[in-house]
């Protein structure tokens, strides 16, 4: 018997290995191509001949990667606790409450991921420039602030995301409360949002992640203020009029991803462990 | 209010500039003149470029003299990212509508320049040029094709590339070939008699890679050799009825079914990738002769790769058009200033150096390998470009060099069309027979393009 | 409910309102970008449909649309499954090991992680039918590998490869859901006598819908505005834009190029509605057939 458990063991892990070493391949190969010399990078050849670990450094010394690592912090951070702080009550207003025309409401709040950005960026951006600025005295061109500030009123990706989890609590654990005479608030501070915490994990690393990959959403704003610049579009400073450093690109990109990883070994003990409790309380 | 400020701050600028400042412009030395009476006061401009990597600190030291000269001028320089998709022009046209656009403006191609200029989101620099005595044709004849649409002259080259071919002498040796060849029948006689292929008919060596996109060539490029023209006189594309489009199809046809287009195909696959570093095909002796710019001197210098014995020429003409061995595809950088610029007299000074400043030119023509492109910077003693560099220099002033594709004020998306015919006429999926309806078919779509471009 | 609401309703009165009512707007108008918009009321939605009369002449109208929308339709269809069910595998693999879990995890999270455009570029190389390792290791097998991004065939098939890849995002979000199936269930279920497929069948997918439905309308908006990395491939490998021969002209692609390269404002904001009109449709129909199939409640059933 524990003969057997243990060939099972190992055959889980020969999966899990073989599976590993297919997602990390390309990440293997970025690796080796941010190590070779600028002459060898993608042209076919893997090893690197030489070595250039050197390269890392000088991605730090041909763009200023501490402050666009700080700048690229600053947004996905900030905009995770908006996300998190706006999308938590309103996911439950339209999971935990019952309510005339809530699917459609709803749908409504999907509508606004399915029109395609390429033709609200440009209004938007004009808003941003013109009409707010004009009300608010405040310039928003060439800041983060175009970026952050929405964030901060609900999302329609983690809505959706938790309103999914939230439907999944049970609805004795709520009626205890309710029969105590307990307002919507009390239920959410009390029973929902500790028991949906790995949802609430989910979706504060997914945001911080989407924030952190931006691309367009800076490129666009920051265009007027390249020192506000955040990383993922420092990622494209490799590129010239008729010159291109892929091996700095990628050790640029490696770079970037770092962070994140580190993030999210870090997280997943606060989701996993979140997770397995409530799977043994049933 | 602010517009008769702004006129009488042109006015005295030209009246200022009339008598005789402007140092480094292309037609008069410097020095001289009465004490020049500019508007001082310190002022700083905001700069759109994307000179990034080792091109950098080349521009910069530029920038750093132009504040030499013009001490009261401050260059907020922002580098824009350049990511495979051009960003730089859709967030310029974002930041001219919102208010906020920068005084100058550099993108590395002229691609929109139909915009800038016919839109009017660039400022007409016609009247800057007149009070310096400046013209466009200072530059040379083929500088007009790409910086003026509708009549605007909206922009100024700042060095340029320009496109021709280049050869492997010692390969042309060996097979006994006397010379680069000058005829598109030479070309071919030449191209299958110097490539060689592997004993299970892959190619290890190609003569010259027919396929649209191989390096720099581009649709349009061969059909060149023909003299064949996109548009006829009232602005209809002509692509079915100018006999040298045709006649380019089929001399590539004929090439890409000499090599066998599954051969060719993968040879370009194994290859194309290298266009940008020292494994290219051409530097590593895998190619003959191609059609490539300019810049590709520097890069033979530069790279490591085996010992390559080369040799540039202007890239062949069809035997009946003799007049078309010697112009090429030219075009480049273009600098301007956009619409609602807070400070467009002192951006001209910042536009009119780097497009007409020797020194600068020719620097960056030294450490960036591109086309010098005024008179003055192409003769500077200073210049140190390779011999084979001559050819590229010729290129650009032949008077039947220009920009391709032809810009148009709805910008020149429409060529897209024949990049797609390309990709279907290459693989062989449109027939011989086919040729000429299919091309009839091109002609409706571009139409159609510039016609909905231009609204009902 | 109203103030739980508030800064949702904030947000998209001020932020998403107004672009997606003027973009609805401009779909009607004649707009280039430098000039104010001109109304011309239906005619971009009939150039896209070819029934465009201009100046007296037929306009044969907008040559790409079918292609592009035939082109997204395939991704989705072809990729969208595939992910989810080599998400949910992959997922249910993680949950077997004991020790180095969170190893695994990070592993296959890692390319997630990568941005877009390395991230295509780095697949594009690998895909080189030549000098790429995919052919090469093919091609000791004795297979001779596809064109690949060179095959207008086989360009998208690469591209459902490198979505796989990236499916990270996806995995973690069914682990989550599979650590919150009750254990009692399978308990209850395997005192029966169940074997692992009817395991799955009748404990383990039921509790997994809420998830796959999200996952479903994600897959399906995010796939309709798919963008990066056909971009990227098509524009590295060949002949510009959706290249090789069109079969990398996604919607999305196409609707970019009218926006920014043709400055054909008006009609890419047409092109944009008629896609959000699809999705919202689609969105709906799943919504309200959700109850059917999607299990929610922690409850036994």
Known sequence: ?282 | MRRTRLLALSSLAMLVVAAGCGGGSSSSSSSGGPATTLDKTPVTIVLWDMWSGREAQPFKDALKRFQVKYPWITIKEEVQPNPPNDTFDPNLVNAINGGNPPDVAMPFGPDYVGQWCAGGLWQDLAPYMKADGMTINDFAPAAITYTNVGGKQCALPSLTDAFGLYYNKDMFAKAGIAGPPKTMDELMADAKKLTVRNPDGTIKVAGFVPLNQWEELGPGDLANAWDAKWFDSSGKPQLATDPGWAAAFMWQRQLIDWYGYDNIVKFFAANTNNEFNPSNAFENGKVAMMFDGEWRTAFIKGDKHPPLNYGTAPFPAASDHPEMYGPARVGGTIVGIPKGAKHPDQAWLLVKFLASDTTYLVQMANSVGNVPTTPASQSSPELSLPPQFDTFLHVWANPKSAFAPPTTPSGNGYANHLDNFEDAWQSGKISDADLHSQLATLDQQISNDLAQGAGP | MLLFLSPWIFGFVVFTAGPMLLSLYYSFTHYDLISSPRWIGLDNYRYMIGKLTLNGQPNQGDPYFGTAVRNTIWIIVVGLPLRIVFAIATAMLLTRPKRGVNGYRTLFFMPSMAPTVGASLVFVYLFNPVTGPINQFLGHLGINGPLWFFDPTWAKPALVVLGLWGIGDAIVLYLAGLLNVPRDLYEAISVEGANAWQRFRYVTFPMLTPVIFFTLIIGIIDGFQYFDQAYVSATTTGNGVGSPQNSLLFYSVWLYEQAFTYFHMGYAAAMAWILFIATMVLTAILLLTSRRWVHYGGGLS
Not at chain 1, 4 to 30: E, Q
Not at chain 1, 100 to 117: A, E
Not at chain 1, 119 to 126: A, F, K, N, Q, R
Not at chain 1, 192 to 206: E, H, R, S, T, Y
């Open chain 1, 1 to 282: 018997m524990r003969r057997k458990r243990f060939l099972l063991a190992v055959a889980n892990h020969s999966v899990l290995i073989g599976v590993s070493a297919l997602f990390m391949f390309p990440i293997i190969y970025m690796f080796f191509t941010a190590v070779q010399s600028n002459d060898q990078a993608l042209t076919g050849s893997i090893w690197p001949h030489p070595f250039v670990w050197s390269n890392f450094k000088t991605v730090f010394d041909e763009i200023n990667v501490w402050r666009y690592l700080w700048n690229t912090f600053l947004y996905a951070g900030l905009s995770t606790v908006g996300v998190v702080c706006s999308c938590v009550p309103v996911a439950y207003a339209f999971s935990r409450i019952d309510w005339r025309g809530r699917n459609i409401v709803f749908l409504l709040v999907l509508s606004t991921l399915m029109l395609p950005t390429q033709v609200t960026s440009i209004p938007l951006y004009i808003l941003w420039a013109k009409q707010f600025h004009e009300w608010t005295g405040i310039q928003f061109i060439g800041t983060l602030k175009p970026l952050i500030i929405p964030s901060f009123f609900g999302d329609a990706f983690s809505i959706f995301l938790l309103r999914q989890f939230f439907l999944t609590i049970p609805k004795e654990l709520t009626d205890a409360i309710r029969v105590d005479g307990g307002g919507h608030l009390q239920v959410l501070w009390r029973v929902i949002i500790p028991l949906a915490k790995p949802a609430i994990v989910a979706v504060a690393l997914f945001n911080f992640i989407y924030a952190w990959n931006d691309f367009y959403g800076p490129l666009v704003y920051l265009a007027s203020n390249q020192d506000a610049q955040t990383l993922s579009v420092a990622l494209s400073s490799f590129r010239s009029l008729h010159h291109v450093d892929w091996n700095l690109t990628m050790a640029a990109a490696l770079i970037f991803m770092l962070p994140v990883i580190v993030i999210f070994f870090l997280a997943q003990r606060v989701f996993i462990e979140g997770i397995t409790l409530t799977g043994v309380k049933g």
